[in-house]
């Protein structure tokens, strides 16, 4: 008789599941507290784009009907945007949708990825779910170590994952190392571009904006959810050349994004006021809690991003800040998940978010130390 075939396959049974943040109602509850601050999740701390709600609230979607699964109108008015043609452009479920999409579209079993160790988790899991071999190379100094995954790149080889800038370190790499890196990297293997925190990223000069270097076998990803504030609506976009595209949009799900999400981002794609306020505010709450982590002698993390690292001598201490925070009523993202353990993220709040944060760790040291 055949040996029976396990149901669930090898790969997959032996993942740990994804452990997401506490809950605000879990933590009021564990902790009897009213407020809450939830930073954790690299959100807009200002809410949504003002021109998307309007746009939804003002509108009749027929809800009966399926989305243009061609997503037209979105597509067309980030082509002109961007200035590339509309068989440029393709959107997902968020740009993680998009990246699974690329995976099972460009992935036979025997390929292979690489990226870095302590990149971006939902990537991770992905590349773990798909059981395809995948070389996760160290970071360096909490960076990329461009030259380092050049040197993992062998026949089999068929994806590259980049976030840049990097979640959860905050870091970029700049221009001449994306240069150096892609004279590495043969056309036959596709190279994926994260820069879900672009837009904040995007003023530092020695920033390589992909989409002023196309190259043939490199695909930009942007989101709705960080600037723009859309993260629950789940839509993303892509850039690459109109032949990976074309097959991207046979293997999508033919109904992603919903229409509300493309309805949405039509209009928060104008609203150039909410992306600025949104930029100027995050640098100013950026530098008011730099310099209170300096005075602090706390360590951190450079951040070109909405949110900012921070770094301990042990996994104890910064599990004991974390969770210190947590009972004061702050969310923040312990990194262990990610492989750093001795790290803790703080997304950046808005104002208010920021002050009492800052109060609270002001509170927290005086009686420390
Ligand atoms: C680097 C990076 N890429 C992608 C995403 C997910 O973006 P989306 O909401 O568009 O799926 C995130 C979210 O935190 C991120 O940090």
Redesign the pocket.
């Known amino acids: 008789m055949n040996k029976k075939r396990d149901l669930v396959p090898s790969h997959i049974s032996k993942l740990k599941p994804y452990i997401a943040g506490k809950r605000i109602e879990e933590v009021k509850k564990e902790h009897n507290l009213l407020n809450i601050i939830k930073l954790a999740?690299?959100e807009n701390p200002l809410g949504s784009s003002p021109l998307a709600i309007d746009s939804i609230s003002n509108s009749n979607i027929d809800f009966h009907r399926y989305p243009d699964s061609s997503g037209y109108n979105l597509r067309k008015k980030i082509a002109n945007k961007f200035e590339v043609k509309i068989e440029n452009v393709i959107l997902g479920n968020?740009?993680?949708?998009i990246m699974s999409s690329i995976m099972r579209t460009f992935l036979s079993s025997d390929d292979e990825i690489i990226s870095s160790k302590n990149s971006?988790i939902?990537f991770r899991v992905l590349a773990n779910a798909s059981g395809i071999k995948t070389n996760w190379v160290p970071m360096k100094n909490y960076k990329y170590d461009l030259p380092a995954i050049s040197k993992f790149i062998n026949d089999k080889t068929k994806l590259i994952y980049l976030?840049n800038p990097?979640?959860p370190t905050g870091t970029y790499f700049n221009k001449i190392k994306f240069d150096d890196f892609m004279k590495n990297v043969p056309d036959n293997i596709l190279v994926i571009l994260?820069e879900?925190?672009f837009e904040y990223a995007k003023d530092n000069e020695d920033f390589p904006d992909s989409m002023f270097y196309r190259y043939d076998n490199v695909i930009t990803?942007r989101?709705?959810?960080?600037i723009y504030g859309l993260?629950s609506l789940?839509?993303?976009y892509g850039f690459a050349h109109e032949r990976l595209i074309n097959n991207l949009m046979k293997v999508k799900l033919p109904f992603e994004p919903s229409t509300v999400a493309q309805l949405a981002a039509i209009s928060a794609i104008d609203d150039d006021k909410f992306v600025k306020k949104s930029i100027f505010e995050n640098k100013i709450n950026k530098i008011k809690i730099y310099e209170s982590l300096k005075n602090k002698k706390l360590n951190y993390i450079e951040s070109a991003t909405n949110f900012v690292t921070l770094t301990f001598n042990s996994s104890d201490e910064a599990k004991y800040f974390c969770d210190s925070m947590l009972t004061k009523g702050i969310i923040l993202r312990n990194l262990k998940g990610f492989g750093l353990d001795t790290c803790i993220r703080i997304s950046i709040g808005n104002k208010k978010e920021t002050n009492l944060f800052l109060k609270i760790l002001d509170d927290f040291y005086f009686n420390v130390t």
């Open positions: 999740s690299n968020g740009s993680e949708g971006f939902g976030a990097d979640n994260d879900a925190y990803l989101t709705f959810s960080k993260a789940r839509i993303g």
